[in-house]
């Protein structure tokens, strides 16, 4: 029935049946939004990360709240990850989320924390949702498959703004599209930056990095904390300035937004380094970057930390199926500039020919470092992911970094139309680890 609906009605015409089913589950479910303050987060990175650093921050303030995301769902002290591929919707269904906040209401939270995606905006799975804080992270080469073009990209998270006016606005100026988005005039609008003072709004300095994380002081009006995040990256920092905008626009005390920061060591799937034993000495990173400006922030942050120890860079990565193909050898580009060796393998091909799109991918590592790169020499293409994680940790030696991209937490792998098999990055690193060193098996 799907593929029928698919192939027979248009885009706009699925979004008003959409929009219809939206309002029957707001009419049906009591409008649950109004009874619980919302935080939406949108952009073409970073929804998880800071969706998970807001959370600590609320928690640290002792404001009970609930987060649905990408990897996991919370509710209260609760969290649960998302094992299976029904979970695997950064932004579900009207009905779903409404179902969501009933729960968070009845577990006594006051706030709800969603992920916000363009298609979940364009199909109105949170037409009705009243949003009382708005977050803007970033727009980059990503969802053009959907969208067509990046204007109508940019038009369908701007909506969500437009839609709101009430909402608090929290709006990253380092972005080259954050005038459209300050053009949509909510009643509070609260900036952010990396790169440049900003007036009457929130900026990072005395920026200290290192390869486990950032040192920073924020500064907002005449308030200034210093934060010790323990997640590495340039990003990462504009990710906690997002979260550290939410607590003010909340009004949660700076001692408060510095605790909680400081307690977040990782987000499982983001930047996640993994290690099984004390001889182990190389990284592994597992990362979800699965598109050009992410991968290339990742491979930047790793560049950054390896600058005085040396070592090689061992990049894994592919390219979704069903996604914007222009941006597959870019990809590999990217992997081919950065990388000493490279694995091209299986990710997500859904009901595309895998080896077409590694063959793709593989075709831009050639670009990167013209003559540099040999196939089967210094670079690889594995259909078997499991395989081309294990043979890139095998030639792994003291001071590399492997760097696994595309899946980061997820847990299943998409081999057809609507068939998934499981898949982890993260079991499959942890495993081959395990065998290197000769430990145990997990089970997990």
Sequence with gaps: MKKFIKKFFSQSTKNKYHKLQAN???????????????????????????????????????????????INTKIGDIVTMH????????????????????????????????????????????WGINSDVLVFS?????????????????????????????????INIDDAVAETFIGAKNKRQIFYSVKKPVENGLVARKILQSPTGSIFTAVYGGNQTTIDLQIPGMFNISNALAAIAVGIACEI?????????????GVPGRM????????????????????A???????????????????KIIAVLGATGRRDKTKRPIMGALAGKFADLIFVTNEDPYDEDPLEIIDTVAAGVL??????WRLNTNYWK?????????????????????????????EVMAVGENKFEPFSDRRVVKYELAKRYKLPISEE
């Design 272 to 291: 996640e380094r993994i290690k099984v034993s004390q001889k182990q000495d190389f990284e592994v990173i597992v990362d979800y970057a699965h598109n």
């Design 24 to 70: 029957l589950s707001n009419f049906s479910s009591g409008n649950p939004s109004k009874k619980i303050k919302i935080i939406g987060i949108t952009g073409t990175k970073g929804k998880t990360t800071i969706a998970n650093l807001v959370a600590a921050v609320l928690d640290a303030a002792g404001e009970k709240n609930a987060m649905e995301t990408t």
């Design 382 to 410: 594995i259909l078997d992911r499991h395989e081309a994680i294990s043979k890139a940790i095998g030639v792994a030696a003291r001071g590399d970094v492997v760097i696994i991209t595309g899946k980061g937490a997820e």
């Design 367 to 372: 670009k990167g470092k013209k003559g540099k």
């Design 293 to 311: 400006d992410s991968l290339k922030n990742v491979y930047e942050t790793i560049i950054q930390t390896m600058t005085k120890r040396g070592g």
């Design 83 to 126: 094992t299976e591929k029904s979970r695997w919707v950064t932004t579900p269904p009207t009905a779903v989320i409404n179902g969501f906040l009933r729960k968070a209401i009845d577990a006594g939270c006051k706030y709800a924390i969603l992920e916000t995606t363009s298609q979940a905006i364009d199909q109105y799975r949170v």
């Design 138 to 170: 970033n727009i980059s080469h990503d969802h053009i498959d959907y969208h067509g073009t990046k204007e109508k990209y940019i038009e369908a998270k701007l909506k969500v703004f437009k839609d709101n006016p009430s909402a608090t606005a929290v």
């Design 253 to 265: 005390p700076f001692d408060d937004i510095k605790k909680g920061l400081e307690k977040v060591t």
